[in-house]
């Protein structure tokens, strides 16, 4: 499922950035997805888009979010 995610969202392109400013492999916005996946973490703030540029971080944190809508 996260693969092919990220074939869909970014094209495999981890410096990939939407028009909305979602980030990377699995374009995710810091502000939104990111913050759900850090709580989900138990981490407290939201990812910065750096952190969001980091393809094993997105990742991550991609999964977490996508757990989180379960």
């Known amino acids: 499922l996260i693969t092919a995610m990220i074939q869909v969202e970014s094209g495999f392109n981890p410096a990939a ?3 909305s400013n979602a980030i990377g492999l699995m374009q995710l916005k810091a502000d939104t997805a990111g913050c759900d ?5 138990g981490k407290r703030g939201c990812p910065d888009d750096d952190d969001l540029r980091d393809p094993d971080t997105n990742i991550d944190l991609g ?4 757990a989180t809508l379960q």
Not at 37 to 41: S, V
Not at 63 to 66: C, W
Request: proline fraction near 0%; hydrophobic fraction near 40%; charged fraction near 25%.
């Open 63 to 66: 999964a977490a979010y996508l």
């Open 37 to 41: 996946a850090y709580r989900y973490k």
């Open 17 to 19: 950035v939407s028009r």
